[in-house]
């Protein structure tokens, strides 16, 4: 019996697609690409994938985990001899803790199914993005996704405090703790989170959940230069405290393009300014918290902060502000052909980063080269989409160069939450050093000898 045969005997019918049904089938979250495989499998437990990665393991067989598809970096992507497995059957959320305030799910399941199924017990996870209706938790642990609101809640690994997962011979490392405090040792599940799936496929979790904030209130605001920026955080650090749930921030770039030459928004605040700031408070106390929110704007405007600043009053203009921020598909559609880039740096270094990229790219990929910026900023995090004329490999490679090259003189990284998959492995070792690098290695030999999982990924390429 071939491979393929004893996999369907573990997974079922339903659980194997093979032949012409495998190309039919998205690589990508835009459905640009095919999957190339030799096969697809969809586990619906980890006993499944564990017997799965058995055979897989015997027949020297390599496989590629994929979830929602939603990752930008090409961490799914597989080849023509390569096993994808899917996790699109392991979607069930297992149990919710309303007093140890947990929910256990299966990682298939998607981030907004997390969030509706706590909803009703008054709890929130603290992990929230853009593409919460197609990302799933595997994918999230996987990635260490951040979001909208990391400034809050931190990323996905402060989220998460326990985990299941199948190593490449199939073994499974069952870490499913519950508690906040757990001092025992190594904390293992730390190998795999962020680790893209090239040390082991996580099949289920613990997430860690929040009491549901009684209050919230979401303004939109524009400063005229860096350092009114920086003072408006300073300033909403100091007065709103654990309050502050988000700070998404839009050069003029961004909002001029997106926010109004797009067509598909009506801004709340004109354009002519230099910078744009989604900022949000999430509390316990409804007349207590909106009127720190008031004020604490008010004072900003007193002091000459801001120049101007809109509150959303219902949840249709909240929703409306945060269309803006989060309109990937106005993105692609200004900006393609582009490149996405995904980058950390301190806050002080943002500005004259900007601006030396944006000169330079103007300078080696033509005057017509369009470049938009966003971020989280108080989490050190930066978007930054270019779209260099005329479009072709020399001037994406001087993008590239541009981009990566000035970040550890400052004290940046290569990326921020999106994860290093195929992309960037030829730029992690600006952000690691050669003693971090081999010890990568060595995890990566002693958890996966063979290098059957995700293999060329991450590490692959890396000097």
Not at 71 to 85: A, F, K, W, Y
Not at 117 to 123: E, I, M, P, S
Not at 196 to 202: A, N, S
Not at 294 to 308: H, N, Y
Request: aromatic letters at 4%; glycine letters at 10%.
């Amino acid at each position: 019996m071939d491979l393929l045969e004893q996999i369907r005997a573990v997974v079922g019918d339903g659980g194997l697609i093979t032949g012409d049904d495998v190309a039919s089938r998205p690589a990508d979250w835009l459905g640009r690409t095919t999957v190339e495989a030799r096969a697809i499998v969809r586990p619906r437990s980890t006993q499944e994938l564990s017997d799965v990665m058995r055979l897989c393991h015997a027949a020297r067989q390599t496989v590629v985990p994929a979830s929602g598809l939603t990752g930008l970096v090409r961490g799914q992507s597989s080849r023509p001899e390569d096993i994808q497995i899917s996790f699109e059957r392991m979607r069930a959320i297992e149990t919710i803790d309303p007093v140890g305030r947990t929910i256990t799910v299966q990682s298939g399941v998607p981030l907004q199914a997390v969030h509706e199924a706590v909803a009703g017990h008054g709890l929130i996870y603290g992990v929230d993005l853009g593409a919460r209706g197609s990302c799933t938790v595997g994918g999230n642990i996987s990635t260490n996704a951040g979001g909208n609101t990391v400034i809050r809640y931190g990323m996905t690994r402060d989220n998460v405090l326990g985990l299941e997962a199948v190593l490449a011979d199939g073994t499974i490392i069952s870490s499913m703790n519950t508690l906040l405090k757990n001092n025992t040792a190594y904390d293992l599940k730390q190998l795999f989170i962020g680790s893209e799936g090239t040390l082991g496929l996580v099949t289920r979790a613990v997430l860690r959940l929040h009491p549901a904030p009684a209050s919230e209130a979401t303004a939109i605001v524009a400063v005229d230069s860096f350092e009114q920026l920086t003072r408006f955080f300073t300033l909403a650090g100091a007065r709103l405290g654990s309050l502050l749930r988000s700070f998404e921030v839009m050069w003029d770039s961004y909002y001029d393009l997106i926010g109004i030459q797009s067509g598909r928004h009506q801004p709340p605040i004109p354009s002519g300014h230099k910078l744009y700031v989604v900022i949000e408070v999430a509390g316990t106390d409804p007349q207590r918290d909106e009127a720190l929110f008031t004020e604490m704007l008010g004072d900003a405007l007193e002091q000459g902060i801001l120049a101007d600043a809109a509150i959303a009053s219902s949840k249709a203009q909240r929703d409306a502000i945060w269309a803006i921020r989060e309109d990937v598909e106005g993105q692609i559609h200004m900006m393609t052909p582009g490149i996405a880039f995904d980058i950390s740096l301190p806050i002080a270094k943002m500005q004259d980063y900007v601006e030396g990229l944006k000169a330079g790219l103007q300078a080696a990929c033509g005057a017509d080269a369009r470049m938009f910026v966003f971020g989280h900023i108080g989490d050190n995090n930066l978007h930054i989409v270019v779209s260099p004329r005329p479009w072709n490999d020399q001037s994406k490679q001087a993008a590239e160069e541009m981009v990566y090259r000035p970040l550890p003189t400052l004290g940046g990284a290569v990326s921020a939450e999106h994860g290093i998959g195929l992309d960037k492995r030829t730029w992690l070792a600006l952000s690691r050093s050669p003693a971090e690098l081999a010890l990568m290695r060595q995890i990566k030999a002693a958890l996966d000898p063979l290098d059957l999982l995700n293999r060329g990924k991450v590490l692959g390429g890396a000097a």
